[in-house]
């Protein structure tokens, strides 16, 4: 019997940038994108977003949420390992003041907190559905680096949903040629894999230090090259810095949900 592919790993980023909470469902907006990821962003007083391209010290901010309490608590990872770091809690919209205040100290420049509830912040506006990548990618791209861990390559790319039951880089297969989409069906939600997603400079750095990880990029190139699949659309890569596909939706589903152990069905 043939194994179905199905969802193994769901992940939100409520802030932009920040540390993601991996959760058991999430509601399907009309944008395509999952409620609550990206809801909120950081942005610097000229309106530019505070993230990991423009800014390597936020990852070095460690952020736990509560979902159901709407809190953040936040804690500088860079402080001196004598010294005790306490977690500072936050109501994230009743405090908003107070958080973007401590924010502003942490950066040292005046830092905003903006929310979309319709799209929250994607990278890309046109795509702004969950972005999929299959567990066996993330395992086999840690054999690459032999002091990455899994978990470690997890945080580094920051995808939200993880596909199990399917070898390393199925998720090539919901891309084609530059012209064409490729429909596929989780549970009940119909959607379009656009694009194998361009990388920025993130994953080249430590997730929990934002320190540069040299050669990183370099490796993962030739690898990627070295390993690209048959059934992988190879006009897509411009170059080999991709990893994980882009989505939107094929249709609106109100209301609709992505659950762990949803089949992930090509159609």
Same mark, same amino acid.
């Given at each position: 019997m043939t194994a179905v592919p199905y969802v193994s790993r769901l992940f939100i980023y409520p802030i932009k940038s920040l540390d993601g909470v991996e959760i058991q469902s999430a509601t399907v907006l009309r944008s395509g994108a999952l409620k609550g990821d990206r809801q909120f962003a950081l942005t610097d007083a000229a309106g530019q977003v505070v993230n990991g391209k423009r800014h390597a010290n936020i990852q070095a901010l460690r952020a736990e949420f509560d979902l159901q309490a709407g809190t953040i608590s936040l804690r500088n990872s860079h402080t001196e390992p004598n010294s005790i770091s306490q977690p500072v809690t936050f109501q994230i919209e009743p405090e908003q003041d107070a958080l973007e205040a401590w924010l502003s100290e942490y950066f040292g420049f005046p830092v905003f907190l903006r929310q979309n509830?319709?799209?929250?912040?994607?990278?890309?506006?046109?795509?702004?559905?969950?972005?999929?990548?299959?567990?066996?990618?993330?395992? $086999?791209?840690?054999?690459w680096y032999p002091h990455l861990t899994l978990e470690e390559v997890r945080a580094r790319f920051r995808t939200n949903i993880e596909i199990a039951g399917v070898p390393a880089f199925w998720e090539d297969r919901l891309f084609a040629e530059a012209d064409r989409t490729v429909a596929f069906q989780i549970?009940?939600?119909?959607?379009? @894999?656009?694009?194998?997603?361009?990388r920025c400079v993130v994953p080249t750095r430590n997730?929990?230090? @934002?320190?540069?990880?040299?050669?990183?990029?370099?490796?993962?190139v030739a690898k990627r090259q070295e390993t690209l699949p048959p059934w992988a659309e190879r006009s897509r890569f411009n170059h080999f810095y991709r990893l $994980?596909?882009?989505?939107?939706? $094929?249709?609106p589903h109100p209301g609709a949900a992505i659950s762990i152990g949803d089949p992930v069905l090509l159609e």
């Open positions: 509830l319709e799209m929250g912040f994607p990278d890309d506006t046109l795509s702004p559905g969950p972005t999929i990548v299959s567990t066996a990618t993330l395992e $086999a791209i840690a054999t549970g009940a939600v119909r959607l379009l @894999g656009v694009n194998p997603c361009q997730a929990k230090t @934002g320190i540069a990880d040299p050669g990183f990029q370099k490796t993962f $994980a596909v882009n989505t939107r939706l $094929a249709e």
